[in-house]
């Protein structure tokens, strides 16, 4: 029983990546119709933010420090950042510490810019054309966006870690009567779960209660009635483009400290997220969501070793076993409407 | 003559021409000058230029008629070159059985993945075909180690059987030969300060290419090729002819991948080892990307495509700021720095940026490819001479319905 809950919990924080990708996919694809091969690279540049935000607050000056020696016995240098000298040790310490959630605020503005020049210098001349030459382009502008961060910063995974105080780990085992230890989960993961919960929660309620979304669910819907209405359906699409560049830039600010960002990490979401969506139901937000959370737990309960010594290389294979099968008996995925992408 | 029409008799034939002197062609520069680092025409990147040429045809066959757009095709390309290496240790080192049985094997494979896959079309078919491959990478680096040796690839070993070879005399791994020749015998030509390398296996991949190019040309102007454009432009109406499309779907996919298990075959046949990466999606997203480049639909723009990646990936990769200092030795010293600075991210390491560039800007602009952009420069071209030969009334006359 305690190993079940341990790999549900396992599967909670890669699902919620997954989940988090695929909504914007989806976001994109039901308001704007386009498949979007860069969503990945998004993801990966969420999570440079973060790289990018601690570098900067790590910006230091050197100085020599006359009272320690190094290990050589000639004066240390000393390296000071700004910003410690600017708030002094403990408000600035603290502000590189937690150089991690702070990137979320730093973040939101970059990706919403990144999201809207992209939207409004690219793919809105891909709207007439086919979703062929749409999965090109994009996967075109997911190599460009990749090989630029690697020319800054270079293709070695670049460790961002959590604050101190959420590095920890949390006991769940006595929470629920088992043996302590018996279920470890880390804080990080729990938090990056409840974020990632909060996120979705609130892209569903913003859709849900606010007359903005109506107007975009509508136009989801029929967008050509909502345009004879004299609602420019387009300007909010290209919002709701900038949101969903953000919701796949803030899963990956959050995403650093659970593993090391480097160039690639968006492609590699990108294919699994791409799934993801297919196995939801192409277009449908709910079966986004529950078709990321559902992978990710399969994928956690595959790598058991239980499950392994029966089926061996099962956890490599699972997710696209789970697909091809949903697809063959299921086409439109979990939640699919129908006549989505049904040419 | 041999089926094609004039038009494409002449095509075949700059390309017949084109393939024999590539060792003159791609070796313009003296071997001992500054520009010699830009010759291309060594064997290896030769047998390559060949290889994914056949490799990026055959993805065209299925991208370019049907517009079903895989992005898998390089699992068949690495199941192919699995059985040869396999064929290679097992029966001989000639290189014939192992290519034929690369292109069965990856012929059956992609009947497999065809037939499931191709229960749906578009973003879905691309998903299908991925999720196989991705599945096939993960299968070759886990579970299926004692066939495909996992990590490390799959390589000859000295005690391999190969029946039908005699027992190998000298103590290592015998070449892989054609019948006796050597896959990497050939002879060098120095004419001069130049320096040419005529490669037997560079030969042999390229009578391959050209074969497969005439069956791929014949494929094109054939009834069965126009069926796949029917495809490609409406299904549903060739469905309401009483046409169903999906056995034409289905052969066109088997043929393409059989086309990539040729393509795996010859890399064996080459050089003989296979490793898992060979299926990763990355390798099939760099042959659309050779498709797309060249010209998806047109003939000759899937090798155009795949040359000019290779050529990238393997001559352009190679420019440092060391040699551009030297290109831009005759400037003053401030601009000098300015220019390498701001073309230091596009060479060296950074082909990558150049590619990815010059992919979105032709995906953007030139829906056909660098072909198209050729095609459209020489209509231009032809148009002005035109109007300068009969200056006026024509020329406005021709230029009407172009608009």
Known sequence: MDAIILQILNGLDKGSAYALIALGLTLIFGTLGVVNFAHGALFMLGAFCAVTLNALLKTSYETIDPNKLDFLGNPAKVETPYIVDWFGPEFGGAMIEWSVPLAILFAIPVMVLVGLVMERGLIKYFYSRPHADQILVTFGLAIVLQEIVKGFYGANPIPTPAPDALTGSFDFGVLLGFDPGSIIYPYWRLI???????????VFAFLRYTTFGMVVRAGMADRETVGILGINIDRRFTIMFAIAACVAGLAGVMY??????????????LVLSFVVVVVGGMGSLPGAVAAGFLLGVLESFASMGVVLNVLPGINQIIIYLVA??????????LMGRKGVMEE | MLGLDNRDMKLFIWVVCITVLAPFILNPFPAESELAQFNAGYPDLMQRFMIFGIFAIGFNILFGLTGYLSFGHAAFLGVGSYAGVWMLKLVSMNVIPAIIISVIVAGLFSLVVGYISLRRSGIYFSI??????????????????PITNGETGLQLALDDPRILDSASST???????????????GFELALGPWEFVFNFGYYLCAVVM????????????????????????????????????????????VISGMYAGLAGGLMVAMDPLAGAERMQWTASGEVVLMTILGGAGTLLGPMVGAGVIKYFENIFSKINDALLYEWFSAMPEGLQDVFVFLIHPFIGKGWHLTLGIMFMLVVIFLPGGVVEGGQRLAALFRRRRQSRETDGPAAVKDATPAE
């Open chain 1, 192 to 202: 990056y779960f409840l974020f990632a919960a909060i996120m979705i929660g609130g």
């Open chain 2, 171 to 185: 103590g290592s791994i015998p070449p892989t030969n054609f019948f006796g020749i050597e896959m990497r015998d």
């Open chain 1, 324 to 333: 091809i099968i949903i697809l063959l008996t299921r086409p439109r995925g």
């Open chain 2, 210 to 253: 050209l074969v497969s190019f005439y069956l791929s040309m014949r494929i094109f102007r054939s009834p069965f090729g126009m069926m796949l454009r029917a495809i490609k432009t409406n299904q549903q109406r060739l469905r309401y002819t009483g046409k169903n499309p999906r056995p034409y779907n289905l052969a066109a996919f």
């Open chain 1, 256 to 269: 650093t400290p659970i593993n090391s960002p480097n160039y690639h990490m968006g492609m590699d979401f």
């Open chain 2, 128 to 145: 299908l075909t991925l999720a196989f491959a991705q599945m096939s990478f993960a299968l070759a680096y886990s579970v299926l180690t």
